[in-house]
């Protein structure tokens, strides 16, 4: 009877210890667990979740702006894609110093210049009609460019600066792609002559000169101008062209009543010299909507291609810069 009281003493005792060792075990791992909730689940003083707010913050590291001359050279809707392309390097941190320009990409670069923000230069764009590009190509090459009836109410009410040099950045109109009196650059001074003047390109809204016998001043076009920038900046220089279409365009000389000779020899010459100036650059884009150069329902769809080609030319520039 002793022996079975002992036995059972011995039991009771050892069932206490293990219910007791439990117990303890419990709210350790409890206080534990509760240690790393607090620890972990800290809050900011706006509600955000961080993971150690004891925990000393990695400085992200620096990285320097991308800086860069663009050179740009175009005729017909496509030339839209220019605000596209300026939007997109702006979002990727690539700072523009100087934009050399020819054709009808100088007018959205000059509302890039003047107006506040890349939103308001779009929403210039979309504005724009027919009219507008009609009015400033019509001009005669034989008749005085300084004609401000030329210039459209909707770009003379938007741009209210009277200086090229005015402009955010470092600007030079080079409108060597319209008649023979020679590669000319403008960097300061009106902007409107230079204006009509690189804008009134052969084929779309101008007619070719009424003389075609006198061609000399085909082999000074230059629908591009890569040299200039690379007088002006030692920065790496991309050029991106939007002639494809009017280079289709004009195979058909549907607008222009000039013979099909006179016509070749233009198209020849002005895609030598595209070829020729994009050879010179570091790095080359190229805009194409396989549509007629005067359709302006296709005004988005030029925008989303120079948005689409700028993600592609930051890419390489970043690589070129880190080389």
């Given at each position: 009877?002793?022996?079975?009281?002992?036995?059972?003493?011995?039991?009771?005792?050892?069932v206490?210890?293990?219910?007791?060792?439990?117990s303890?075990?419990?709210?350790?791992?409890s206080?534990?667990?509760?240690d790393?909730?607090?620890?972990?689940s800290?809050?900011?003083?706006?509600?955000?979740?961080?993971?150690?707010?004891?925990?000393?913050?990695?400085?992200?590291?620096?990285?320097e702006?991308?800086?860069?001359?663009l050179?740009?050279?175009?005729?017909?809707?496509?030339?839209?894609?220019?605000?596209?392309?300026?939007?997109?390097?702006?979002?990727?941190?690539i700072?523009?110093?100087?934009?050399?320009t020819?054709?009808?990409?100088?007018?959205?670069?000059?509302?890039?210049?003047?107006?506040k923000?890349?939103?308001?230069?779009?929403?210039?764009?979309?504005?724009?009609?027919?009219?507008?590009?009609?009015?400033?190509?019509?001009?005669?090459?034989?008749?005085?460019?300084?004609?401000r009836?030329?210039?459209?109410?909707?770009?003379?009410?938007?741009?209210?600066?009277?200086?090229?040099?005015?402009?955010?950045?470092?600007?030079?109109?080079?409108p060597?792609?319209?008649?023979?009196?020679?590669?000319?650059?403008?960097d300061?001074?009106?902007?409107?002559?230079?204006?009509?003047?690189?804008?009134?390109?052969?084929?779309?809204?101008?007619?070719?000169?009424?003389?075609?016998?006198?061609?000399?001043?085909?082999?000074?076009?230059?629908?591009?101008?890569?040299?200039?920038?690379?007088?002006?900046s030692?920065?790496?220089?991309v050029?991106?062209?939007?002639?494809?279409d009017?280079?289709?365009f004009?195979?058909?000389?549907?607008?222009d009543s000039?013979?099909?000779?006179?016509?070749?020899l233009?198209l020849?010459s002005?895609?030598?010299?595209?070829n020729?100036q994009l050879?010179?650059?570091n790095?080359?884009g190229?805009?194409?909507?396989?549509?007629?150069p005067?359709?302006?329902?296709?005004?988005?769809?030029?925008?989303?291609?120079?948005?689409?080609?700028?993600?592609?030319?930051?890419?390489?520039?970043?690589?070129?810069?880190?080389?």
């Amino acid at each position: 009877m002793n022996t079975y009281r002992k036995i059972s003493i011995s039991l009771l005792f050892l069932v206490t210890f293990l219910i007791s060792g439990c117990s303890m075990f419990r709210r350790s791992s409890s206080a534990s667990v509760q240690d790393d909730k607090s620890s972990n689940s800290a809050q900011s003083s706006d509600g955000s979740p961080f993971a150690n707010p004891n925990a000393v913050e990695t400085p992200k590291p620096f990285k320097e702006k991308r800086k860069i001359s663009l050179v740009l050279g175009g005729a017909g809707v496509s030339s839209f894609a220019t605000v596209g392309l300026l939007k997109r390097l702006h979002e990727e941190g690539i700072e523009i110093e100087t934009i050399v320009t020819s054709g009808w990409p100088t007018l959205f670069v000059l509302a890039a210049g003047f107006l506040k923000s890349i939103h308001d230069v779009e929403w210039f764009a979309m504005r724009l009609q027919e009219k507008d590009f009609s009015s400033v190509s019509s001009s005669d090459p034989s008749v005085d460019y300084s004609g401000r009836e030329r210039i459209s109410s909707l770009i003379e009410s938007n741009f209210k600066e009277k200086e090229i040099n005015e402009t955010k950045f470092a600007l030079i109109i080079a409108p060597g792609n319209t008649h023979s009196d020679g590669n000319d650059t403008f960097d300061h001074g009106d902007w409107k002559t230079p204006l009509l003047k690189t804008m009134a390109v052969p084929g779309l809204f101008r007619p070719y000169p009424p003389n075609t016998k006198d061609q000399d001043w085909i082999q000074s076009i230059q629908g591009m101008n890569v040299e200039e920038a690379k007088r002006r900046s030692g920065r790496i220089i991309v050029a991106v062209e939007m002639y494809d279409d009017y280079f289709s365009f004009l195979k058909t000389g549907k607008k222009d009543s000039s013979n099909g000779v006179f016509r070749q020899l233009y198209l020849g010459s002005l895609k030598k010299s595209v070829n020729q100036q994009l050879k010179e650059a570091n790095l080359e884009g190229h805009i194409q909507l396989m549509t007629s150069p005067t359709n302006f329902a296709e005004k988005r769809l030029a925008i989303f291609a120079g948005y689409k080609e700028g993600a592609r030319l930051a890419k390489a520039i970043r690589s070129l810069s880190n080389n």
